[in-house]
């Protein structure tokens, strides 16, 4: 049985947050929204502002530029997440250290709005959905709210809160500045 909870498929608004700290970090970003809004099945809807942000976790390195997308999808979680790791290999990303150094980083923070049909709730470590640790990371909540101020997201205990009430909470928030 597939561990995923809720619909697959289907035309699904979806959010994906971006980060890079090696290279061209901008031009990395941008180019990689371009690939996806390239990709069939992929529409990207709206991009957020570019924040700086201290890395979290993981050993010493270069400061991150975040930001946040939302997309419509016609494609199931995985594919989601296979095209993500396709745009995160054309741009020369590799896995080595857990929260080390990334040319480019994308992650899927959540597939379907919180209750709504399309909701995707999963538990699989190659796919959790909505990602585990977005409700903490204020360099995921900072760009998300100010693309859409009145989002929301469910935390892995199940409850859903607002996105601006979870970033004021974030231990990282004071390392998260405007470009
Ligand atoms: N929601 C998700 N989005 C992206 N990857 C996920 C998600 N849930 C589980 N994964 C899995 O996590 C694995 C590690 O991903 P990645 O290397 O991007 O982690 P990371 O960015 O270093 O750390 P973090 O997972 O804390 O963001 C991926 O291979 C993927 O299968
Ligand atoms: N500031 C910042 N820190 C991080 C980031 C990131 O994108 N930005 N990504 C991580 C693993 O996903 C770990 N730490």
């Given at each position: 049985?597939?561990?995923?909870?809720?619909?697959?498929?289907?035309?699904?608004?979806?959010?994906?947050?971006l980060g890079a700290n090696l290279g061209?970090?901008?031009?990395t970003?941008?180019?990689a929204?371009?690939?996806?809004?390239?990709?069939?099945?992929?529409?990207?809807?709206?991009?957020?502002?570019?924040?700086?942000?201290?890395p979290?976790g993981g050993p010493?390195q270069?400061?991150y530029?975040?930001?946040?997308?939302?997309?419509?999808?016609?494609?199931?979680?995985?594919?989601?997440l296979d095209?993500c790791h396709e745009v995160e290999r054309q741009h020369g990303r590799e896995r080595e250290v857990r929260w080390g150094a990334r040319t480019l980083d994308v992650d899927v923070?959540?597939?379907?709005?919180?209750?709504?049909?399309?909701?995707?709730?999963?538990?699989?470590p190659a796919l959790t959905?909505?990602h585990?640790r977005?409700?903490?990371?204020?360099?995921?909540?900072?760009?998300?709210?100010?693309?859409?101020?009145?989002?929301?997201?469910?935390?892995?205990?199940?409850?859903?809160?607002?996105?601006?009430?979870?970033?004021?909470?974030?231990?990282?928030?004071?390392?998260?500045?405007?470009?």
């Amino acid at each position: 049985m597939s561990p995923l909870v809720g619909p697959v498929g289907g035309d699904v608004e979806v959010v994906l947050a971006l980060g890079a700290n090696l290279g061209d970090r901008e031009g990395t970003l941008r180019a990689a929204l371009a690939e996806l809004d390239e990709t069939e099945g992929v529409a990207v809807q709206g991009v957020s502002p570019l924040v700086e942000t201290d890395p979290v976790g993981g050993p010493e390195q270069p400061d991150y530029l975040n930001l946040v997308a939302t997309a419509r999808t016609s494609l199931g979680p995985f594919e989601l997440l296979d095209v993500c790791h396709e745009v995160e290999r054309q741009h020369g990303r590799e896995r080595e250290v857990r929260w080390g150094a990334r040319t480019l980083d994308v992650d899927v923070i959540a597939y379907g709005r919180p209750g709504s049909t399309s909701e995707v709730v999963s538990a699989d470590p190659a796919l959790t959905l909505p990602h585990p640790r977005a409700h903490e990371r204020a360099f995921v909540l900072s760009p998300w709210s100010q693309l859409v101020p009145d989002a929301q997201l469910r935390l892995p205990d199940g409850s859903v809160r607002p996105v601006a009430d979870l970033l004021a909470e974030a231990a990282d928030r004071d390392g998260v500045r405007s470009c």
